[in-house]
């Protein structure tokens, strides 16, 4: 599936990367970093078109996440 522009979320980060766990947490979608690991193994999250379950998953610049029917795209500051 292709997403457009509209459709994706885009979250601005400082410097070269994010973990995963810091990503769900910094873009509200879990209320604690402890909750990454549990919500990682029970929702499909997808990174780049690949489902991921490590929290320590750096993302960088223009990568795309996708948690259920939402897309975030990770873009600089």
Known sequence: MKDTLADVNKIAIE????TLGQFLKFARIIEQGGM???F???HDVMV???KET??????RPGDVVRVGSDAYAIVSR
Not at 54 to 59: A, F, I
């Open 15 to 18: 410097g070269e990367c994010i």
């Open 36 to 38: 990454a690991k549990s």
């Open 40 to 42: 990682l193994l029970s």
């Open 48 to 50: 780049g078109g690949s």
């Open 54 to 59: 490590r929290r320590g998953r750096k993302l």
